[in-house]
C-alpha cells in the first residue's frame, strides 16, 4: 500500500444540529474551530427531512465570510445550483447516486463553485471513481442521509482509504469529507485512512461547550492522522 501524505485537518460544523432560531449566534459560536461551514439542504425527496434552501444559505452569508459548504441531498440539484450560487454558497456537493454526474459538475464549475461528489454508505466506491480527477471533494457519507445523531458506519472506512491512494497515485488535488456519527471517537479511522474534512453537527452543537467539543474532534484526527506512516 501507498504511503499516503497525512493532509490538515478542517473541521465542519454541521447547522443541522444549531438552533434555527437562533443561528447566526450559533454560527459566531464556533468561528474559530470553523474551517468550513457544513450547510444540509434536504428536499424531502432523496431524503426524508426538509431543511433549508437558498434563502437560509444568502441570510448565512450576509452573516458570515465562512467557506459555506453546500452539501444538496436533493434528487435534482441542477434546477438549484444556480440559486445556490447566487446566494453566496462557496461549493456544493451532489450525490452520485442521483446521476447527470457530469452535467453536475461542469454547471457547478461554470457557476464559480468548489466541486464536491457524496456517496451514501450503501453506495459502491466504483461508482464515484471515475469522477475524482474532475472534483475538489469526496463527501463519504458514514450514516444513511436524512438526520443528524445517527450511529457512526464504520463500514465505509475502506472507501475513504481507497479514494485516498487513488488520490495519491494519480496526483490528484482531491479533499476527502466525511460526514455523519464523526465525533473524538469515531474520527481516528476516518483521519487514518486519509479523510481531511470532518463534519460534525450533534457532536458539536450538542455539547455543553461546541468550542471544547470541536476541538477535542479536531485534536483527535490530527493524532490520528500523523500516527499511520
Ligand atoms: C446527515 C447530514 C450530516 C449531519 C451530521 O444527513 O449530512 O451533515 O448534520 O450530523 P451528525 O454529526 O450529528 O451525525
Ligand atoms: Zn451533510
Known amino acids: 500500500m501507498l504511503a499516503v501524505p497525512r493532509p490538515s485537518v478542517r473541521m465542519a460544523p454541521s447547522i443541522l444540529s444549531a438552533n434555527f432560531a437562533a443561528l447566526g449566534a450559533d454560527i459566531d459560536r464556533v468561528r474559530d474551530e470553523t474551517d468550513l461551514l457544513h450547510v ?11 431543511t433549508i434552501g437558498p434563502p437560509v444559505v444568502r441570510a ?8 459555506l459548504d453546500c452539501h444538496l441531498m436533493m434528487t435534482n440539484p441542477g434546477q438549484y445550483l444556480r440559486a445556490f ?5 462557496s461549493h456544493c456537493t451532489v450525490h452520485v447516486e442521483v ?16 466541486v464536491g461528489l457524496a456517496v451514501n454508505p450503501e453506495t ?13 471533494m469526496l463527501l463519504v457519507m458514514s450514516v444513511h442521509p436524512g438526520f443528524g445523531g445517527q450511529r457512526f458506519i464504520p463500514d465505509v472506512v475502506p472507501k475513504v482509504a481507497r479514494a485516498a491512494e487513488i488520490a495519491h497515485r494519480d496526483g490528484l488535488d482531491l479533499a476527502i469529507e466525511v460526514d455523519g456519527g464523526i465525533d473524538a471517537g469515531t474520527v481516528p479511522a476516518m483521519a487514518g485512512a486519509g479523510a481531511s474534512i470532518f463534519v460534525a453537527g450533534s457532536a458539536i452543537f450538542g455539547a455543553e461547550d461546541p468550542v471544547a467539543a470541536a476541538r477535542a474532534i479536531r ?3 490530527a493524532a490520528a492522522a500523523v500516527a499511520l506512516p
Do not use: K, Q
Request: some cysteine; charged content about 25%.
Open 219 to 221: 485534536e483527535a484526527a
Open 40 to 50: 444540509d439542504v434536504m428536499d424531502g425527496h432523496f431524503v426524508p427531512n426538509l
Open 124 to 136: 459502491p466506491f466504483d461508482s464515484c471513481e471515475p469522477w475524482l480527477d474532475r472534483i475538489d
Open 85 to 89: 450560487a447566487e446566494a453566496g454558497a
Open 60 to 67: 448565512i452569508r450576509r452573516h458570515t465570510d465562512a467557506f
Open 99 to 114: 446521476g447527470s454526474t457530469a452535467e453536475l459538475i461542469a454547471e457547478m464549475r461554470s457557476l464559480g463553485l468548489g
